[in-house]
């Protein structure tokens, strides 16, 4: 099979590689849709140390399935099928206590394990959810970064019509916004630096958009607020200068929610956190939210398939990838089509 191969910073070029034989408990899943995540993108540039050489990322898919190993009987050859990317160990005290996404011994598709930017990719039958008849396998590939964002949301106390930030325009700001929307959010502010993401969240229904490179993020929101400040701040890209953006623009007493996973170390306001005494927490992929998700996409509760912006073959991965790295290409989100 081919697939893309991360051999280095800025390197993934296409390889051959053995077809996956299914062990006990295990599926192989011809990949159909692969949506290229932003720490994806992070890890091919080498700027978190996550991604090892060697490895297929990709984390978000769709596809069918094509071959089962031995005692496996949730699905069956030719079901169709997304993946969640998170396989917990199942024993540990956070996996008993309903935490699975915090596992203490976790591994994480396209990191630990051969990832979906690949024709074919072997996974625990565990990982597999029926895809809903209405989705389509594009709309399969975004039900992971969905339920990103739906656990973010799932994890921040606010009311009905409370004012609500999102610091990042990427695919998780975005399916952030539509989250905290379908919540009973009352105003959201996007920010980002990208003029291009910022009208796509236009797009999808924020109240009022921010580039940040032309406007002091704090004292528009404070405008748009007389003066009180944000009730919750969704944190979406993961650096020092937006972490300390989401404690400048809380209430006193606001909840902050870090989503961002890029940089390793990041500075941030202390005294601003004791003084205001903000709650700061941190979301990390989901629990059960993926069922959710896919239950909001079937239904119509979200339509999340307004941020896919590019879809192409796997032939295409090595150039997006590059294009994404140095920004010249800004589309929100871009799937692969392995298997056309």
Request: glycine letters at 12%; aromatic letters at 4%; one cysteine or more.
């Amino acid at each position: 099979m081919r697939a893309l191969v991360f051999t280095g910073a800025g390197e993934m070029p296409i390889q051959e590689r053995p077809d996956p034989r299914p062990g006990s408990g295990q599926v192989v899943v011809a990949v159909r849709a692969a949506g290229i995540c932003g720490s994806d993108v992070h890890g091919y540039l080498g700027a978190t140390g996550r991604r090892r050489p060697g490895i297929v990322m990709g984390h978000e898919a769709a596809g069918d399935v094509v071959a089962i190993g031995p005692d496996v009987t949730s699905v069956k050859e030719g079901d169709r099928v997304a993946l969640r990317s998170i396989l917990p160990c199942g024993r540990c005290e956070r996996c008993r206590r309903g935490q699975p996404n915090i596992c203490t011994d976790r591994q994480g598709m396209g990191m630990h394990f051969d990832g979906a930017y690949a024709e074919q990719i072997l996974v625990s039958d565990s990982l597999l959810l029926p895809l809903p008849a209405t989705l389509s396998y594009e709309d399969g590939a975004l039900i992971e970064p969905l339920a990103v964002a739906m656990h973010a949301v799932n994890r921040t106390p606010f009311e009905l019509m409370d004012f609500i930030v999102v610091i990042g325009a990427g695919a998780i700001g975005l399916l952030t916004l539509l989250a905290a929307r379908l919540r009973g959010a009352g105003s959201i502010v996007v920010t980002d630096l990208n003029a291009h993401r910022l009208e796509v969240a236009r797009s999808l229904g924020a109240d009022l958009t921010i580039d940040v490179a032309s406007s002091d993020p704090v004292t528009a929101i404070a405008a748009a607020t007389e003066g009180r400040g944000a009730d919750a701040v969704f944190e979406a890209v993961g650096v020092s200068a937006t972490v300390a953006q989401s404690m400048a623009i809380a209430r006193p007493g606001g909840q902050v929610t870090w989503i961002g996973n890029s940089a390793p170390v990041v500075e941030m306001p202390m005294q601003a956190l004791v003084t205001g005494e903000l709650t700061v927490r941190g979301a990390y992929g989901f629990s059960d939210e993926f069922e959710q998700a896919a239950d909001a996409l079937a239904a119509g509760w979200i339509d999340a398939r307004r941020i896919v912006e590019c879809v192409a073959p796997l032939e295409e991965g090595p150039g997006l990838f590059r294009r994404l790295g140095d920004s010249s290409l800004a589309a929100v989100k871009v799937i692969l089509t392995p298997n056309g």
